[in-house]
């Protein structure tokens, strides 16, 4: 389960949910690209159980690389994605790549294809070594032409924690940072690698851009948070959303692979979105 705030005009964090935070998932035809730090993978996933449960065709692929689903999740055909939207299920679709784990992007012609069937399609489009908060290489993110929208996620468990410990090419980093690897990660430091056109501004060419602050733990990270959003607005961030999943059996240590135990996620159904008040 996923859980979202959203900062009032009040200016304040209040809980909000999944068709609140993401208005676009009640849309069709978006292609979203997920990239930055780490909860990529749970983003995705939990978007995909609101939209499937909403009667949406669902695509999730990757233009980089992602964890191997189950098996039976792992569409290789138009065919095998059709029969999927049928009966009532997302599509995963991606090639085999070097690492037995994981699936890198999926040949054009059948992307194009399911794209095309689909009412949503998903797309891992970065990756971070499992580590909160990261630098783009002159090849990163992996947005595709077709999409129109990237969430940057971003996870306030870097906070400080020493730039070469906590982000992913820490190098890239401290030269836009402009501080060295021993230093301990700020708000400031965040806002700047999620603003910058070096960060996870970079190649969005007029795409519509939403932030999205995970791993948040509201008594430890609540005036943290707060302080963000606000430093995200003044630099023209206009969509901030601070996230927390719960009941993820990768976070409890059972299993790292971020895959198990969320094959039912993407089905109708999809555990019922968290709303206000439960």
Not at 66 to 71: D, E, G, T
Not at 262 to 278: F, I, K, N, T
Request: proline share 5%; with cysteine.
């Amino acid at each position: 389960m996923l859980r979202i705030w959203q900062k009032t005009e009040k200016q304040k964090l209040e809980p909000v949910g999944m068709g609140t935070a993401f208005p676009f998932l009640k849309e069709k035809n978006h292609v979203v690209s997920i990239i930055g730090g780490g909860g990529k993978t749970t983003l995705l996933y939990e978007m995909a159980g609101f939209c499937v449960k909403n009667d949406q065709k669902v695509l999730v692929t990757t233009s980089t690389h992602i964890y191997r689903p189950p098996k039976e999740w792992h569409d290789q055909s138009l065919e095998a994605v059709e029969r999927k939207f049928r009966t009532g299920r997302a599509a995963i679709i991606g090639s085999a790549c070097r690492d037995p784990e994981k699936l890198s992007m999926p040949e054009t012609e059948l992307f194009e294809a399911a794209r095309k069937k689909a009412d949503l399609t998903l797309i891992e489009a970065d990756g971070a070594r499992h580590l909160p908060c990261k630098a783009p290489a002159e090849h990163e993110p992996a947005l595709l032409s077709s999409s129109d929208l990237v969430i940057g996620v971003t996870g306030l468990s870097a906070l400080g924690q020493p730039l070469g410990k906590g982000c992913f090419r820490a190098e890239r980093a401290a030269e836009l940072l402009d501080c060295t690897m021993e230093h301990h990660i700020t708000e400031e430091d965040l806002a700047r690698l999620i603003a910058s056109e070096q960060g996870q501004q970079k190649d969005l060419k007029g795409r519509t851009f939403y932030a999205v602050l995970h791993q948040y733990e509201e008594k430890e990270h609540r005036a943290a948070a707060e302080k963000l959003v606000e430093l995200l607005r003044r630099q023209g961030i206009e969509h901030v959303l601070v996230t927390c999943a719960t009941g993820n059996r990768r976070q409890s240590g059972e299993n790292t692979n971020p895959w198990y135990g969320r094959a039912e996620l993407p089905v109708r159904e999809a555990e019922e979105e968290w709303e206000p008040g439960e």
